[in-house]
Protein backbone atom coordinates (compact mmCIF):
# COMPACT_ATOMS: atom_id res chain seq x y z
CA UNK A 1 0.00 0.00 0.00
CA UNK A 2 2.59 2.34 1.03
CA UNK A 3 4.76 1.80 -2.75
CA UNK A 4 1.29 2.15 -4.17
CA UNK A 5 1.27 5.70 -2.47
CA UNK A 6 4.46 6.20 -3.34
CA UNK A 7 3.70 5.93 -6.72
CA UNK A 8 1.29 7.82 -7.31
CA UNK A 9 3.26 10.79 -4.99
CA UNK A 10 5.62 10.66 -7.68
CA UNK A 11 3.96 10.48 -10.50
CA UNK A 12 1.76 13.44 -8.98
CA UNK A 13 4.84 15.51 -8.92
CA UNK A 14 6.22 14.51 -12.05
CA UNK A 15 2.93 15.99 -13.36
CA UNK A 16 3.30 19.20 -11.14
CA UNK A 17 7.12 19.77 -12.60
CA UNK A 18 5.74 19.12 -16.02
CA UNK A 19 2.89 21.96 -15.93
CA UNK A 20 4.94 24.57 -14.27
CA UNK A 21 7.42 23.79 -17.15
CA UNK A 22 5.18 24.37 -19.77
CA UNK A 23 2.60 27.07 -18.01
CA UNK A 24 6.06 28.90 -17.33
CA UNK A 25 7.37 28.87 -21.12
CA UNK A 26 7.07 31.99 -22.76
CA UNK A 27 6.81 33.14 -26.69
CA UNK A 28 7.29 36.63 -27.17
CA UNK A 29 5.77 37.81 -30.28
CA UNK A 30 7.10 40.08 -33.04
CA UNK A 31 7.53 43.70 -32.19
CA UNK A 32 6.80 43.15 -28.64
CA UNK A 33 9.25 43.11 -25.41
CA UNK A 34 8.50 41.94 -22.20
CA UNK A 35 9.86 43.39 -19.07
CA UNK A 36 10.74 40.87 -16.61
CA UNK A 37 11.00 41.41 -12.67
CA UNK A 38 12.98 38.36 -10.29
CA UNK A 39 12.09 38.93 -6.58
CA UNK A 40 10.13 42.42 -7.26
CA UNK A 41 13.28 44.19 -9.19
CA UNK A 42 13.90 44.72 -12.79
CA UNK A 43 15.86 41.36 -14.25
CA UNK A 44 15.90 42.02 -17.85
CA UNK A 45 14.10 42.64 -21.00
CA UNK A 46 12.71 39.62 -23.36
CA UNK A 47 13.30 39.92 -27.27
CA UNK A 48 11.69 38.06 -30.05
CA UNK A 49 11.73 34.43 -29.13
CA UNK A 50 11.26 31.66 -26.62
CA UNK A 51 12.51 32.05 -22.99
CA UNK A 52 11.74 30.40 -19.66
CA UNK A 53 10.56 31.65 -16.42
CA UNK A 54 11.11 31.21 -13.15
CA UNK A 55 8.68 29.74 -10.82
CA UNK A 56 7.28 32.33 -8.16
CA UNK A 57 10.79 34.21 -8.42
CA UNK A 58 10.31 35.79 -11.71
CA UNK A 59 6.87 37.93 -13.12
CA UNK A 60 5.94 39.98 -16.32
CA UNK A 61 5.84 42.96 -15.17
CA UNK A 62 4.95 44.45 -18.50
CA UNK A 63 4.41 43.31 -21.95
CA UNK A 64 5.42 46.79 -24.20
CA UNK A 65 4.64 47.04 -28.01
CA UNK A 66 7.75 48.55 -30.63
CA UNK A 67 5.07 49.30 -33.00
CA UNK A 68 4.24 53.16 -33.60
CA UNK A 69 1.18 54.03 -32.05
CA UNK A 70 -1.35 56.59 -32.57
CA UNK A 71 -2.88 58.98 -29.99
CA UNK A 72 -6.27 61.13 -30.64
CA UNK A 73 -6.35 63.71 -27.70
CA UNK A 74 -9.62 65.08 -26.87
CA UNK A 75 -9.84 68.93 -27.95
CA UNK A 76 -8.08 71.22 -25.61
CA UNK A 77 -9.61 74.84 -24.69
CA UNK A 78 -6.75 77.52 -25.06
CA UNK A 79 -6.83 81.03 -25.22
CA UNK A 80 -4.95 83.21 -27.98
CA UNK A 81 -2.79 86.22 -27.40
CA UNK A 82 -5.72 88.59 -28.48
CA UNK A 83 -8.17 87.18 -25.92
CA UNK A 84 -10.23 84.51 -28.42
CA UNK A 85 -10.84 80.87 -26.83
CA UNK A 86 -10.69 78.29 -29.19
CA UNK A 87 -10.25 74.20 -29.01
CA UNK A 88 -7.66 72.37 -30.17
CA UNK A 89 -7.48 68.59 -30.52
CA UNK A 90 -3.70 67.01 -31.50
CA UNK A 91 -3.08 63.59 -32.71
CA UNK A 92 0.57 62.21 -31.45
CA UNK A 93 2.21 59.46 -33.29
CA UNK A 94 4.89 57.97 -31.42
CA UNK A 95 7.27 54.85 -30.37
CA UNK A 96 8.48 53.13 -27.44
CA UNK A 97 12.18 52.71 -27.81
CA UNK A 98 13.49 51.18 -24.18
CA UNK A 99 11.00 49.15 -22.34
CA UNK A 100 12.59 49.55 -19.23
CA UNK A 101 12.42 52.91 -19.27
CA UNK A 102 8.57 52.93 -20.32
CA UNK A 103 7.88 50.65 -17.12
CA UNK A 104 9.89 52.56 -14.77
CA UNK A 105 10.11 55.69 -16.24
CA UNK A 106 6.58 57.30 -15.52
CA UNK A 107 2.71 56.23 -14.11
CA UNK A 108 0.58 56.38 -17.06
CA UNK A 109 2.42 57.30 -19.59
CA UNK A 110 -0.35 58.29 -22.06
CA UNK A 111 -2.12 60.46 -19.80
CA UNK A 112 1.68 61.77 -18.75
CA UNK A 113 2.17 63.00 -22.76
CA UNK A 114 -1.49 64.04 -22.91
CA UNK A 115 -1.06 66.71 -20.11
CA UNK A 116 2.16 67.65 -21.22
CA UNK A 117 0.72 68.41 -24.85
CA UNK A 118 -2.52 70.05 -22.98
CA UNK A 119 0.04 72.48 -21.39
CA UNK A 120 2.44 72.91 -24.57
CA UNK A 121 -0.27 73.83 -26.46
CA UNK A 122 -1.24 76.13 -24.40
CA UNK A 123 1.99 77.69 -24.16
CA UNK A 124 2.29 78.14 -27.87
CA UNK A 125 -1.08 79.40 -28.64
CA UNK A 126 -0.57 82.06 -25.75
CA UNK A 127 2.21 83.73 -28.01
CA UNK A 128 -0.08 83.67 -31.30
CA UNK A 129 -2.95 85.92 -32.47
CA UNK A 130 -5.60 83.94 -34.08
CA UNK A 131 -5.19 84.40 -37.48
CA UNK A 132 -1.64 83.44 -37.23
CA UNK A 133 -2.84 80.35 -34.99
CA UNK A 134 -5.31 79.45 -38.08
CA UNK A 135 -1.83 79.71 -40.44
CA UNK A 136 0.92 78.20 -38.30
CA UNK A 137 -0.35 74.64 -38.09
CA UNK A 138 3.23 73.70 -39.03
CA UNK A 139 4.77 75.90 -36.67
CA UNK A 140 2.57 74.51 -33.75
CA UNK A 141 3.54 70.99 -34.77
CA UNK A 142 7.11 71.57 -35.22
CA UNK A 143 7.31 73.25 -31.90
CA UNK A 144 5.07 70.68 -29.45
CA UNK A 145 6.69 67.87 -31.45
CA UNK A 146 10.29 69.44 -29.72
CA UNK A 147 8.87 69.48 -26.09
CA UNK A 148 7.08 66.64 -26.21
CA UNK A 149 10.61 64.62 -27.53
CA UNK A 150 12.86 66.29 -25.15
CA UNK A 151 10.39 65.62 -22.26
CA UNK A 152 9.63 61.84 -22.98
CA UNK A 153 12.59 60.87 -23.77
CA UNK A 154 13.62 59.82 -20.23
CA UNK A 155 10.36 58.03 -20.58
CA UNK A 156 11.80 55.15 -23.45
CA UNK A 157 9.01 57.30 -25.86
CA UNK A 158 10.12 58.33 -29.08
CA UNK A 159 7.52 61.22 -30.43
CA UNK A 160 7.30 60.86 -34.24
CA UNK A 161 5.44 63.46 -35.39
CA UNK A 162 2.61 65.39 -34.08
CA UNK A 163 -0.33 66.95 -35.94
CA UNK A 164 -3.25 69.81 -35.09
CA UNK A 165 -6.11 67.92 -35.87
CA UNK A 166 -8.65 70.57 -35.95
CA UNK A 167 -8.71 74.49 -34.51
CA UNK A 168 -12.22 75.36 -33.73
CA UNK A 169 -13.13 79.13 -33.00
CA UNK A 170 -16.07 80.64 -30.98
CA UNK A 171 -19.38 80.48 -33.09
CA UNK A 172 -19.40 84.34 -33.43
CA UNK A 173 -15.67 84.16 -34.66
CA UNK A 174 -16.94 81.44 -37.22
CA UNK A 175 -19.69 83.88 -38.81
CA UNK A 176 -17.64 87.03 -38.74
CA UNK A 177 -14.34 84.41 -40.53
CA UNK A 178 -17.30 83.65 -43.19
CA UNK A 179 -18.57 86.67 -43.95
CA UNK A 180 -14.99 88.15 -44.81
CA UNK A 181 -14.69 84.99 -46.44
CA UNK A 182 -17.60 85.68 -48.63
CA UNK A 183 -16.46 89.35 -48.78
CA UNK A 184 -13.13 88.88 -50.44
CA UNK A 185 -14.70 86.29 -53.23
CA UNK A 186 -16.82 88.75 -53.87
CA UNK A 187 -14.11 91.18 -53.97
CA UNK A 188 -11.82 88.65 -56.06
CA UNK A 189 -15.05 88.15 -58.71
CA UNK A 190 -15.73 91.80 -59.34
CA UNK A 191 -11.90 91.72 -59.77
CA UNK A 192 -11.83 89.54 -62.00
CA UNK A 193 -15.17 90.63 -64.05
CA UNK A 194 -13.47 94.06 -64.48
CA UNK A 195 -10.29 92.41 -65.61
CA UNK A 196 -12.07 90.86 -68.24
CA UNK A 197 -14.10 93.67 -69.46
CA UNK A 198 -11.20 95.57 -69.23
CA UNK A 199 -8.98 92.70 -71.38
CA UNK A 200 -12.41 92.61 -73.79
CA UNK A 201 -12.54 96.23 -74.47
CA UNK A 202 -9.04 96.55 -75.11
CA UNK A 203 -9.21 93.87 -77.45
CA UNK A 204 -12.05 95.07 -79.40
CA UNK A 205 -10.44 98.66 -79.97
CA UNK A 206 -7.37 96.13 -81.07
CA UNK A 207 -9.72 94.77 -83.96
CA UNK A 208 -11.52 97.99 -84.77
CA UNK A 209 -7.49 99.47 -84.82
CA UNK A 210 -6.63 96.53 -87.12
CA UNK A 211 -9.90 96.43 -89.44
CA UNK A 212 -8.91 99.88 -89.95
CA UNK A 213 -5.72 99.36 -90.46
CA UNK A 214 -6.59 96.55 -92.86
CA UNK A 215 -8.97 98.79 -94.58
CA UNK A 216 -7.17 101.71 -95.12
CA UNK A 217 -4.20 99.24 -96.42
CA UNK A 218 -6.73 97.44 -98.90
CA UNK A 219 -7.84 101.24 -100.51
CA UNK A 220 -4.25 102.35 -101.04
CA UNK A 221 -3.80 99.13 -102.66
CA UNK A 222 -6.58 99.67 -104.30
CA UNK A 223 -5.67 103.25 -105.65
CA UNK A 224 -2.23 102.11 -106.34
CA UNK A 225 -3.80 99.06 -108.80
CA UNK A 226 -5.82 101.18 -110.22
CA UNK A 227 -3.05 104.51 -110.81
CA UNK A 228 -0.86 101.97 -112.22
CA UNK A 229 -3.40 100.78 -114.47
CA UNK A 230 -4.32 103.87 -115.52
CA UNK A 231 -0.92 104.60 -116.38
CA UNK A 232 -0.33 101.43 -117.85
CA UNK A 233 -3.68 102.67 -120.02
CA UNK A 234 -1.62 105.31 -121.15
CA UNK A 235 1.74 104.03 -121.65
CA UNK A 236 -0.11 101.62 -124.39
CA UNK A 237 -2.11 104.06 -126.25
CA UNK A 238 0.92 106.35 -126.07
CA UNK A 239 2.87 103.75 -127.58
CA UNK A 240 0.06 102.67 -129.92
CA UNK A 241 -0.48 106.23 -130.93
CA UNK A 242 3.35 106.33 -131.78
CA UNK A 243 3.65 102.76 -133.38
CA UNK A 244 0.20 104.40 -135.80
CA UNK A 245 2.51 107.45 -136.78
CA UNK A 246 5.38 105.31 -137.39
CA UNK A 247 3.46 102.87 -139.62
CA UNK A 248 1.95 106.13 -140.99
CA UNK A 249 5.49 107.88 -142.22
CA UNK A 250 6.95 104.62 -142.74
CA UNK A 251 4.29 104.32 -145.18
CA UNK A 252 4.57 107.48 -146.76
CA UNK A 253 8.51 107.41 -146.95
CA UNK A 254 7.78 103.99 -148.74
CA UNK A 255 5.48 105.67 -150.94
CA UNK A 256 7.60 108.40 -152.01
CA UNK A 257 10.85 106.48 -152.28
CA UNK A 258 8.52 104.26 -154.59
CA UNK A 259 7.97 107.51 -156.85
CA UNK A 260 11.49 108.53 -156.43
CA UNK A 261 12.31 104.89 -157.74
CA UNK A 262 9.99 104.98 -160.47
CA UNK A 263 11.58 108.07 -162.00
CA UNK A 264 8.40 109.82 -162.89
CA UNK A 265 8.16 112.12 -165.43
CA UNK A 266 6.83 115.66 -165.68
CA UNK A 267 3.62 115.29 -166.52
CA UNK A 268 3.23 112.33 -163.70
CA UNK A 269 3.97 114.50 -161.32
CA UNK A 270 1.77 117.43 -162.53
CA UNK A 271 -1.21 114.89 -162.49
CA UNK A 272 -0.56 114.53 -159.11
CA UNK A 273 0.03 117.54 -158.30
CA UNK A 274 -3.79 118.10 -159.91
CA UNK A 275 -5.44 115.41 -157.45
CA UNK A 276 -3.90 117.05 -154.65
CA UNK A 277 -5.63 120.54 -155.51
CA UNK A 278 -8.67 118.06 -156.52
CA UNK A 279 -8.76 117.11 -152.66
CA UNK A 280 -7.91 120.12 -151.52
CA UNK A 281 -10.98 121.71 -152.78
CA UNK A 282 -13.46 118.87 -151.98
CA UNK A 283 -12.39 119.88 -148.15
CA UNK A 284 -13.59 122.69 -146.00
CA UNK A 285 -10.87 124.98 -146.11
CA UNK A 286 -11.89 128.70 -147.07
CA UNK A 287 -8.87 129.28 -149.21
CA UNK A 288 -7.05 127.54 -151.30
CA UNK A 289 -3.85 128.79 -152.80
CA UNK A 290 -2.75 127.64 -156.92
CA UNK A 291 0.50 127.19 -157.91
CA UNK A 292 1.93 130.04 -160.03
CA UNK A 293 2.58 127.46 -163.03
CA UNK A 294 -1.48 126.43 -163.12
CA UNK A 295 -1.48 127.37 -166.80
CA UNK A 296 1.37 124.39 -167.33
CA UNK A 297 -0.74 122.04 -165.45
CA UNK A 298 -3.29 123.25 -167.50
CA UNK A 299 -1.50 122.47 -170.51
CA UNK A 300 -0.32 119.18 -169.50
CA UNK A 301 -4.35 118.31 -168.30
CA UNK A 302 -5.19 119.11 -171.83
CA UNK A 303 -2.45 116.73 -173.11
CA UNK A 304 -3.54 113.81 -170.84
CA UNK A 305 -7.20 114.07 -171.97
CA UNK A 306 -6.22 114.12 -175.51
CA UNK A 307 -3.83 111.12 -175.33
CA UNK A 308 -7.32 109.48 -173.33
CA UNK A 309 -9.53 110.11 -176.19
CA UNK A 310 -6.62 108.17 -178.78
Do not use: C
Not at 29 to 39: D, F, N
Not at 47 to 60: C, E, R, S, T
Not at 197 to 203: D, F, H, V
Not at 207 to 232: C, V
Amino acid sequence: MNMILDIISGGLLIIVIIVLIVTNIRVVPQAKAYVIERLGAYSGTWQVGLHFKIPLIDKIAKKVTLKEQVIDFPPQPVITKDNVTMEIDTVIYFQITDPKLYAYGVEQPMAAIENLTATTLRNIIGELELDESLTSREYINTKIREVLDEATDPWGIKINRVEVKNIVPPRDIQTAMEKQMRAERERRESILKAEGEKKSAILISEGNKQSKILEAEGAKAAAILAAEAAREAQIREAEGEAQAILLVQKATADGIRMIVESNPTNQVIAIRGLDALEKVSDGQATKIIIPSDIQGLAGLATSVTELIKK
